[in-house]
């Protein structure tokens, strides 16, 4: 899992910087507000951010409610750091869409335990969002075999998207999960094959 560090102070970064990289975990290191946005809004951004409130450029807040605001199939998770404990600035940074909040000077198990909750929390997030992605995906191919379909009133082959015409049973196949094995009914055994006997009766 890769975290994003911002903080202004470089001691406290390298700090942080050292000790999630010995727990296992991947670090992009920021030193200012502005730094951090652009990390989170670039392409494969961090999954969760530990953002300091105070920075130069941008606050972490400020930081926060722009990052919380971009469309991402599982969202940013956010840990606010800061010296602010007040009830009113807890309350400004859940505001802002933080998902925790630790007080510096910080336990470094207190913040272990934060970060794998965030861990599971995303774990969980990521697996609703593949259950979403195969709804949508089933929902299509229902579409597809509900639609009007051309077939031809002779041989009964069906035109598909690309305008060509192929057998019904392979136009099936390819849209459902449906396999076919050919036998052959009553009536055309009477048909094609009246010498042979009829086992129905």
Same mark, same amino acid.
């Given at each position: 899992?890769?975290?994003?560090?911002?903080?202004?102070?470089?001691?406290?970064?390298?700090?942080?910087?050292?000790?999630?990289?010995?727990?296992?975990?991947?670090?992009?290191?920021?030193?200012?507000?502005?730094?951090?946005?652009?990390?989170?809004?670039?392409?494969?951004?961090?999954?969760?951010?530990?953002?300091?409130?105070?920075?130069? &450029?941008?606050?972490?807040?400020? +930081?926060?409610?722009? #990052?919380? =605001? *971009?469309?991402?199939?599982?969202? !940013?998770?956010? /840990? $606010?750091?800061?010296?602010?404990?007040?009830?009113?600035?807890?309350?400004?940074?859940?505001?802002?869409?933080?998902?925790?909040?630790?007080?510096?000077?910080?336990?470094?198990?207190?913040?272990?335990?934060?970060?794998?909750?965030?861990?599971?929390?995303?774990?969980?997030? &990521?697996?609703?969002?593949?259950? +979403?992605?195969?709804? #949508?995906? =089933? *929902?299509?191919?229902?579409?597809? !075999?509900?639609? /009007? $379909?051309?077939?031809?009133?002779?041989?009964?082959?069906?035109?598909?998207?690309?305008?060509?015409?192929?057998?019904?049973?392979?136009?099936?196949?390819?849209?459902?999960?449906?396999?076919?094995?050919?036998?052959?009914?009553?009536?055309?055994?009477?048909?094609?094959?009246?010498?042979?006997?009829?086992?129905?009766?």
């Amino acid at each position: 899992m890769k975290i994003l560090i911002a903080e202004d102070d470089f001691t406290s970064r390298m700090m942080l910087e050292a000790v999630l990289e010995e727990w296992g975990y991947e670090t992009v290191s920021v030193g200012d507000g502005r730094a951090a946005w652009e990390v989170l809004r670039g392409e494969k951004p961090p999954q969760v951010a530990l953002l300091d409130w105070e920075m130069p &450029e941008l606050k972490g807040v400020e +930081v926060c409610r722009r #990052a919380k =605001a *971009l469309v991402r199939s599982v969202p !940013l998770y956010v /840990i $606010l750091l800061t010296i602010r404990g007040s009830k009113e600035d807890i309350l400004e940074g859940f505001d802002c869409g933080a998902d925790d909040y630790v007080t510096k000077p910080f336990d470094n198990r207190e913040l272990q335990a934060r970060i794998r909750a965030a861990q599971k929390m995303l774990g969980i997030q &990521e697996s609703l969002a593949k259950k +979403v992605r195969e709804l #949508a995906d =089933a *929902l299509e191919h229902i579409k597809t !075999l509900q639609g /009007i $379909l051309p077939i031809c009133m002779h041989c009964h082959k069906i035109r598909n998207d690309d305008q060509a015409w192929e057998r019904l049973e392979a136009y099936i196949q390819d849209h459902s999960e449906a396999r076919f094995s050919h036998s052959i009914c009553p009536e055309c055994l009477k048909k094609y094959y009246p010498d042979m006997p009829n086992f129905d009766k």
